[in-house]
């Protein structure tokens, strides 16, 4: 069984160089560790299930960047694909072949998009599909629910998931409080709350955006009749409904989290949000939708959204590369790996007596250590994150990587084969020692 020590000397050493240049050290807040201490790992190279640091020390990767490595690191015919076009050139500035078959693959994957704009973050994203729905409706009230994570898009930080909830901001500084001001934040799988919002300020609603299948405060999938209760209301309202996919678009199935649960009786989101997977590692994402909305944005209409790097050649062919490669053989692997993962996950903690539940969207799961089904941001605060904190360090020492926040979806790929899968089962045991310690000893 792998012991990896504690410390990580190069990997501390690289992060003594990057904290005097990089606030935190890092590009990304949740990468610094700070949620559960110790030197964040400095990776050098990953090659199918496995991360290589720069100890030297190899892991089983859970992470998979935050989810786009779903066919693993370095996939041959991705290499390829990048190989191939990055000899031609790296950026043109003009439309290049590989966006139109990203987007016609896209649009091909999920029925109700009929139109997407490429950009190059799921923040950018969710930005530009915020004011493409302003400017349809003419109008500015925008609703989000409590721990869900759409990237830093100012009016979308209010009690966000992900580094905020890792970190437990009440919301960002830097955000005015007029564009605070234009946020409703409102509890996921809350029908009644949401139906008393519209009562209220229906008519000056501009959207409503949700996560498909939240995984930005662990994971907690909409309720049986949510989606479709704002699918409803929103309509009723003449607002429009974004269904964020950046997580789990091309993940949960080939098209997304709308494949498991739509169609729904009461018609489709307006307009969805990608990115992750869609760019197979390199930075590409995509908002789209309804073609009567899609055509207010420039050059047709009104709506002002572009990007020097959008469209990047390099970026669509790995993305469409990736795509390609994700076969139903994929999806049928990625659930079975989830399958043994979290049956694993949940005997283990069972036996050990540590208190928690595990839940799960498509092949996403997350492991909440406290009792009963999580299906809010509250419920999702009420675990005792020095557990998973114990849990994490276990299993990074036995060369497992998770997320190192007890917020976040864990995330595996179509190669974590067989061998992979048993390195993660075998190092359980002694997480879930760690996890019942922590327990024992720490009040949450
Ligand atoms: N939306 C969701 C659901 C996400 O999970 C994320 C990132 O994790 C984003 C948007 C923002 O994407 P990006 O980090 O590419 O800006």
């Given at each position: 069984?792998?012991?990896?020590?504690?410390?990580?000397?190069?990997?501390q050493?690289?992060?003594?160089?990057?904290?005097?240049?990089?606030?935190?050290?890092?590009?990304?807040?949740?990468?610094?560790?700070?949620?559960?201490?110790?030197?964040?790992?400095?990776?050098?190279?990953?090659?199918?299930?496995?991360?290589?640091d720069?100890?030297?020390?190899?892991?089983?990767?859970?992470?998979?960047?935050?989810?786009?490595?779903?066919?693993?690191?370095?996939?041959?015919?991705?290499?390829?694909?990048?190989?191939?076009?990055?000899?031609?050139?790296?950026?043109?500035?003009?439309?290049s072949?590989?966006?139109?078959?990203?987007?016609?693959?896209?649009?091909?994957?999920?029925?109700?998009?009929?139109?997407?704009?490429?950009?190059?973050?799921?923040?950018?994203?969710?930005?530009?599909?915020?004011?493409l729905?302003?400017?349809?409706?003419?109008r500015?009230?925008?609703?989000?629910?409590?721990?869900?994570?759409?990237?830093?898009?100012?009016?979308?930080?209010?009690?966000?998931?992900?580094?905020?909830?890792?970190?437990?901001?009440?919301?960002?500084?830097?955000?005015?409080?007029?564009?605070?001001?234009?946020?409703?934040?409102l509890p996921?799988?809350?029908?009644?709350?949401?139906?008393?919002?519209?009562a209220?300020?229906?008519?000056?609603?501009?959207?409503?955006?949700?996560?498909?299948?939240?995984?930005?405060?662990?994971?907690?999938?909409?309720?049986?009749?949510?989606?479709?209760?704002?699918?409803?209301?929103?309509?009723?309202?003449?607002?429009l409904?974004?269904?964020?996919?950046?997580?789990?678009?091309?993940?949960?199935?080939?098209?997304?989290?709308?494949?498991?649960?739509?169609?729904?009786?009461?018609?489709?989101?307006?307009?969805?949000?990608?990115g992750?997977?869609?760019?197979?590692?390199?930075?590409?994402a995509?908002?789209?939708?309804?073609?009567?909305?899609?055509?207010l944005?420039?050059?047709?209409?009104p709506?002002?959204?572009?990007?020097?790097?959008?469209?990047?050649?390099?970026?669509?062919?790995?993305?469409?590369?990736?795509?390609?490669?994700?076969?139903?053989?994929?999806?049928?692997?990625?659930?079975?790996?989830?399958?043994?993962?979290?049956?694993?996950?949940?005997?283990?903690?069972?036996?050990?007596?540590?208190?928690?539940?595990?839940?799960?969207?498509?092949?996403?799961?997350?492991?909440?250590?406290?009792?009963?089904?999580?299906?809010?941001y509250?419920?999702?605060?009420?675990?005792?994150?020095?557990?998973?904190?114990?849990?994490?360090?276990?299993m990074?020492?036995?060369?497992?990587?998770?997320?190192?926040?007890?917020?976040?979806?864990?995330?595996?790929?179509?190669?974590?084969?067989?061998?992979?899968?048993?390195?993660?089962?075998?190092?359980?045991?002694?997480?879930?020692?760690?996890?019942?310690?922590?327990?024992?000893?720490?009040?949450?």
């Amino acid at each position: 069984m792998t012991a990896y020590p504690l410390d990580a000397p190069v990997s501390q050493a690289l992060l003594d160089r990057a904290t005097s240049v990089t606030p935190g050290g890092v590009n990304s807040p949740v990468r610094a560790f700070r949620a559960v201490g110790g030197t964040p790992r400095f990776m050098e190279s990953g090659s199918g299930p496995y991360l290589c640091d720069v100890d030297g020390r190899e892991y089983v990767d859970l992470v998979c960047s935050w989810g786009p490595m779903i066919l693993g690191h370095a996939h041959p015919a991705v290499l390829d694909a990048v190989r191939g076009t990055i000899e031609k050139g790296f950026s043109f500035g003009t439309p290049s072949e590989n966006e139109v078959a990203l987007a016609e693959e896209i649009v091909r994957r999920v029925e109700p998009v009929e139109q997407v704009r490429l950009v190059s973050s799921g923040t950018e994203a969710t930005m530009s599909a915020i004011r493409l729905a302003r400017g349809y409706t003419g109008r500015s009230l925008v609703v989000k629910f409590a721990g869900c994570y759409h990237g830093h898009v100012d009016s979308l930080l209010a009690q966000a998931g992900s580094g905020v909830a890792t970190f437990a901001l009440p919301d960002s500084a830097g955000v005015p409080k007029e564009m605070a001001a234009e946020t409703i934040v409102l509890p996921y799988n809350d029908l009644a709350a949401f139906e008393e919002a519209f009562a209220e300020r229906g008519a000056d609603i501009a959207a409503v955006i949700t996560e498909a299948s939240p995984g930005n405060m662990g994971v907690v999938p909409p309720a049986p009749g949510f989606t479709e209760g704002l699918r409803r209301v929103t309509a009723q309202h003449g607002a429009l409904l974004i269904s964020d996919e950046v997580m789990t678009g091309f993940r949960c199935s080939a098209s997304g989290w709308y494949g498991l649960e739509g169609p729904y009786a009461a018609g489709a989101p307006d307009l969805f949000t990608f990115g992750k997977v869609m760019g197979g590692g390199f930075p590409a994402a995509a908002f789209g939708g309804r073609a009567d909305v899609m055509a207010l944005l420039a050059p047709l209409g009104p709506v002002y959204q572009a990007g020097t790097l959008s469209g990047n050649p390099v970026a669509t062919a790995a993305g469409l590369a990736t795509l390609q490669q994700c076969t139903p053989d994929v999806y049928d692997r990625l659930s079975a790996v989830a399958d043994t993962l979290t049956a694993a996950v949940g005997e283990e903690l069972s036996k050990a007596g540590v208190p928690h539940v595990v839940q799960r969207a498509g092949s996403m799961f997350s492991v909440f250590f406290r009792n009963g089904a999580v299906t809010d941001y509250d419920e999702a605060r009420a675990q005792h994150v020095p557990a998973f904190a114990a849990f994490f360090h276990s299993m990074l020492s036995q060369g497992v990587y998770l997320p190192p926040s007890a917020f976040e979806s864990w995330f595996v790929s179509a190669s974590h084969d067989d061998a992979a899968v048993e390195r993660v089962v075998a190092a359980l045991p002694a997480a879930a020692s760690a996890a019942a310690e922590a327990f024992a000893t720490i009040e949450s």
